[in-house]
């Protein structure tokens, strides 16, 4: 006989009857003595990085003597009603970002979890988006696009569609011809955030000389 996840309630005389034709008979008791428990984790809550708006679960699992009781903490301070192995959580923001951690509870004593960090990515939000401009032949021009966000961010230019060399908020373009005109558009993209775009029109009329 074999006995999964021992409890106190296993505990007892055991004692196994074997018979036949001939007979019955009976084993010497054997005592099974089940000495009570600490919770201690067998599944450790891990570290999340989320995107904003979306569903963050932390998962966690303890063994020890039975009942198990848990509460999950928030910046150690006890989440209400928060006391499944899982943490379910929804539609986070910033507001959610910290450490995490359960603490699970017996008769026995309390154990508190690894501690779980979650990060929040927020996607790139235009303060200051792209502009329209008109300037000269030969003069210079500036497209600087402001956004907020988490770091670091990487950008890429395109114009008229085309990926145009620049990788900063910030371009840059001197001595400008009437072929540099179009439609100047710039992605700001972060690790595991949607993409967001600003598009400027970039006008070079011909000098005109009196």
Excluded: D
């Excluded at 074997?18 to 599944?43: C, D, E, I």
């Excluded at 395109?158 to 373009?173: A, D, E």
């Amino acid at each position: 006989m074999s006995i999964s996840n021992v409890q106190s309630k296993n505990a007892g005389n055991y004692l196994v009857t074997v018979s036949n034709a001939a007979g019955v008979a009976a084993s010497v008791p054997a005592k099974l003595v089940v000495r009570a428990s600490v919770p201690y984790f067998t599944v450790q809550p891990a570290s999340l990085s989320m995107l904003f708006g979306s569903t963050a679960t932390l998962t966690s699992l303890a063994a020890g003597t039975q009942p198990l009781h848990y509460q999950w903490y928030f910046q150690g301070r006890a989440l209400r009603n928060q006391t499944n192995t899982l943490l379910s959580l929804y539609g986070v923001t910033t507001a959610f970002a910290g450490n995490y951690y359960v603490m699970a509870t017996n008769s026995v004593g309390r154990t508190t979890s690894a501690i779980a960090q979650l990060t929040i990515n927020v996607p790139p939000q235009p303060v200051r988006p792209l502009a329209n401009q008109i300037v000269q032949v030969g003069g210079n021009v500036t497209l600087a696009l402001s956004v907020n966000g988490n770091s670091p961010m990487s950008y890429s230019w395109q114009w008229n569609g085309i990926p145009f060399p620049c990788t900063n908020s910030v371009l840059r373009i001197t001595n400008i011809e009437v072929n540099s005109s179009g439609y100047y558009q710039v992605t700001a993209v972060i690790r595991m955030a949607a993409p967001r775009r600003s598009p400027a029109l970039v006008s070079s009329p011909h000098r005109r000389a009196w």
